[in-house]
C-alpha cells in the first residue's frame, strides 16, 4: 500500500508562475524525499528533507517538513514548461523500503 | 554502469506466459529494489534486496511475483502466468545504503522501467 498521498493530484499553471504540491503520510519517518518522473521515464531524486529538519532549499525548490501533522510541501518557484512532469513524495522510515504517494501531475504552459 | 539499466523497455505477453525482467544496478550498489506503477499511480512496493538477500517481499502481490539476486548485483522478477492485472511498468531503483544504521539516507537510482502489457 502506498504510504503517502499528495494533492492536488494534478495541477496547471502558467511559465513564471509558482507550483506548490503536498503530501501527507502515516507512519513516523527518518526523512521524507521529492521525486520527478517524466512521462515514460524512470523517477529521479530531487531533494531529501530528514525528520528533525523543517525546511530545505535545493536551486528553485522548497521543501518544509511537519512531523507534527505528517505533512510535507513542495515549492517550485519560477516554473519553466520543462517542470512539467509528476512529482511523488516518498518516506523512508528506516525498515528499507521507501514508499511513495500517488503523485501530482504538473503542467506549466508557455 | 552509469545508471540503472533494464531490459526488456517493452514487453507484450499473452496471458497465461511467463515473463522475465532484468535489472542492471549502479555498480557497488547494495540495496535494490522493484516496484509496480499502474498507468496514473505512483510506485508500489514489490521487493527489496541487500546484497543477495531478499530482506523483503511483503509487497509481491501474489504467489506467481518471484525475485532474485543471486550474485548480489543482477537482478530478475519474474511473472508466472501472467494475468490482464498484471500489465504494468516495473520500476528497478538501487542504492548504496547499506544498513538501517547507516547515517546516509536511502536515495533512490531509478531505471527507466519494464512495460508490461498483458493480452
Known amino acids: 500500500s502506498q504510504q503517502g498521498e499528495e494533492d492536488p493530484q494534478a495541477l496547471s499553471i502558467q511559465e513564471g508562475e509558482n507550483a506548490t504540491m503536498n503530501c501527507s503520510y502515516k507512519?513516523?519517518?527518518?526523512?521524507l524525499q521529492w521525486y520527478r518522473q517524466n512521462s515514460g521515464r524512470g523517477l529521479v531524486h530531487l531533494i531529501l528533507i530528514r525528520s528533525n529538519e523543517r525546511e530545505k532549499h535545493s536551486g528553485r525548490l522548497r521543501v518544509t517538513l511537519d512531523t507534527s501533522k505528517k505533512s510535507s510541501s513542495l515549492l517550485i518557484t519560477a516554473s519553466r514548461a520543462a517542470d512539467t512532469a509528476s512529482y511523488f513524495c516518498?518516506?523512508?522510515?528506516?525498515?528499507?523500503?521507501?514508499?511513495f504517494g500517488a503523485g501530482t501531475r504538473l503542467t506549466v504552459k508557455p | 554502469g552509469a545508471g540503472v539499466s533494464q531490459s526488456p523497455r517493452y514487453k507484450v505477453a499473452k496471458r497465461g506466459q511467463d515473463v522475465a525482467l532484468r535489472c542492471d544496478p549502479i555498480s557497488g550498489h547494495v540495496s535494490l529494489f522493484w516496484y509496480q506503477q499502474a498507468l496514473g499511480q505512483g510506485p508500489e512496493f514489490l521487493t527489496y534486496f541487500q546484497n543477495e538477500a531478499q530482506l523483503d517481499k511483503s509487497g509481491l502481490p501474489s504467489d506467481r511475483f518471484f525475485a532474485e539476486r543471486p550474485e548480489g548485483s543482477v537482478s530478475t522478477l519474474k511473472i508466472q502466468r501472467t494475468q490482464q492485472e498484471d500489465s504494468a511498468v516495473y520500476l528497478c531503483?538501487?542504492?548504496?545504503?547499506?544498513?538501517?544504521?547507516?547515517?546516509?539516507?536511502?536515495?533512490?537510482?531509478f531505471g527507466a522501467g519494464s512495460r508490461l502489457t498483458v493480452l
Open positions: 507512519t513516523s519517518i527518518n526523512n
Open positions: 516518498a518516506t523512508d522510515s528506516g525498515d528499507n523500503d521507501m514508499r
Open positions: 531503483a538501487s542504492s548504496l545504503r547499506r544498513d538501517i544504521n547507516a547515517s546516509g539516507a536511502n536515495v533512490l537510482t
